[in-house]
């Protein structure tokens, strides 16, 4: 296999057409399983990134400390920046999915600490030889999904672009860390769910009216349901439908006080299947009918 005895790092790899989807000199990934071009760069003298290599399909020769061993479907290979790598050798059926990340900037985004009475990091980060992890069939979902929204957030780029990679990237790294079979994460930063947070309400303030359904609002930020759960309840205390069903009720209260608009159209407005449903939701929101709040507060 071919070697190169100069150091490459993402952007180099971007402008030579190595590697698929890429932010800058900072991350690149792919999701579609096919043909790795940048492998032979693993041996001497290694890459300066953080490598996640996840087997679809087929397997791959791997040759560290005088060792080989065999990479084979479902199984992810971490590699350490400047990994000491001696010979890497996929078969002609090996397929996998990637992600890399510019060593500086995932510093700069941290790893997820956990709860360690002995104080030792537990992560392989800083390590010099590659590690093997034999994961399931969720677990290959969930690490593909990972690669897939981050691949996503790059080709559609968003306004907070910045914060949404950084978040993700967090994602990914927690879910290296949990591999390691250590107990609960515990992050002691939370300025990028403060950020994750922070857009959620920006995106949910400006659609509410029309969107009221989780899925909308973590596509939107290239994240999951489920993380987007877990953040807007940690940082606020309150769930994703609480903040959403308040922003609709606040918005009918202000229409029935301020506006005379007939309450068929106020219900089509804020995206009522119809003013029965728009009655029953206010109902239960105020112990009162729309019409009889009307009656009592209306500034017209």
Not at 95 to 114: C, F, N, Q, R, V
Not at 132 to 144: P, Q, R, S
């Amino acid at each position: 296999m071919t070697t190169t005895s100069k150091m490459l790092f993402i952007d180099d790899l971007s402008e030579k057409g190595l590697v698929g989807s890429h932010y800058g000199g900072m991350v690149a990934c792919c999701s579609r399983p096919g043909e790795v071009m940048f492998l032979p760069l693993y041996v001497d003298p290694g890459v300066p990134f953080h490598s996640s290599l996840l087997i679809m399909k087929g397997e791959m020769e791997l040759t560290y400390a005088q060792e080989t061993v065999m990479v084979t479907a479902h199984d992810l290979l971490q590699i350490p920046p400047y990994a000491k790598i001696e010979a890497i050798t996929p078969n002609d059926t090996c397929e996998m999915i990637y992600l890399l990340l510019d060593t500086t900037y995932a510093d700069s985004i941290g790893w997820p600490e956990t709860e360690n009475p002995s104080g030792k990091e537990k992560t392989r980060s800083q390590g010099m030889f590659p590690t093997i992890y034999h994961i399931d069939e969720m677990k290959v979902l969930e690490m593909a999904g990972i690669v897939k929204q981050i691949e996503s957030a790059i080709i559609n780029p968003h306004f907070y672009m910045k914060e949404i990679m950084r978040s993700l990237i967090y994602v990914s790294k927690a879910f290296i860390i949990e591999l390691d079979s250590f107990e609960e994460i515990v992050p002691h930063d939370f300025s990028h769910k403060e950020n994750v947070f922070k857009i959620f309400l920006h995106l949910a303030t400006t659609h509410f009216r029309e969107h009221r359904l989780i899925d909308y609002y973590a596509d939107r930020l290239c994240i999951t349901n489920t993380y987007l759960s877990r953040i807007v309840r940690e940082v606020s205390g309150k769930t994703v439908n609480n903040h959403l069903t308040q922003l609709l009720y606040d918005e009918a209260c202000r229409l029935l006080s301020t506006t005379d608009i007939p309450l068929g159209q106020l219900a089509y407005d804020l995206h009522f299947s119809d003013q029965s449903a728009f009655s029953n939701f206010f109902k239960m929101k105020s112990s009162m009918t729309p019409k009889a709040f009307r009656a009592k507060y209306s500034k017209v």
